[in-house]
Nanobody, 117 residues
Framework: QVQLVESGGGLVQTGGSLRLSCVAS????????LAWYRQAPGKQREWVAT???????NYSDSTKGRFTISRDNAKNTVYLEMNSLKPEDTGVYYC???????????WGQGTQVTVSS
C-alpha cells in the first residue's frame, strides 16, 4: 500500500521558517512528479509548488521567492523549505505524487502549519 507521510509542520511567528518533508513508499520514486498543496480553514485546497522528475520546479505566485521545493530520490523524499512566512501561509500542507501518462496519483495525510502574527 502506497503511503505519503508529511512531517515538519508546526507553529511559527511571522517571518519565520519551516521545512516540510514528505516520505513516499513508492517504487520508481524518481519517475514521479511531486507537489505540495495547502488548504486554509474554509478555503479550497490550492497548489503551492511542483517538482518534476527531471528537477524542473514551478511555484504559485504567492510562494515564489519564499518557498523552495526539492527532492532526494535516494530517500524517497520531497521537501518544502518555507521562508519569510506570513499568516496567510497558515493551513494544512499536503504532498501529492503522480506518474505522468498514467492514472496513478497519491496524497499524504497533511501536516499543519500555523503562522502567528
Amino acid at each position: 500500500q502506497v503511503q505519503l507521510v508529511e512531517s515538519g509542520g508546526g507553529l511559527v511567528q511571522t517571518g519565520g521558517s519551516l521545512r516540510l518533508s514528505c516520505v513516499a513508499s513508492l517504487s520508481r520514486f524518481s519517475m514521479y512528479y511531486l507537489a505540495w498543496y495547502r488548504q486554509a480553514p474554509g478555503k479550497q485546497r490550492e497548489w503551492v509548488a511542483t517538482i518534476e522528475s527531471g528537477g524542473v520546479t514551478n511555484y504559485s505566485d504567492s510562494t515564489k521567492g519564499r518557498f523552495t521545493i526539492s527532492r532526494d530520490n535516494a530517500k524517497n523524499t520531497v521537501y518544502l523549505e518555507m521562508n519569510s512566512l506570513k499568516p496567510e501561509d497558515t493551513g494544512v500542507y499536503y504532498c501529492r505524487a503522480w506518474l505522468p501518462g498514467t492514472t496513478a496519483y497519491y496524497w499524504g495525510q497533511g501536516t499543519q502549519v500555523t503562522v502567528s502574527s
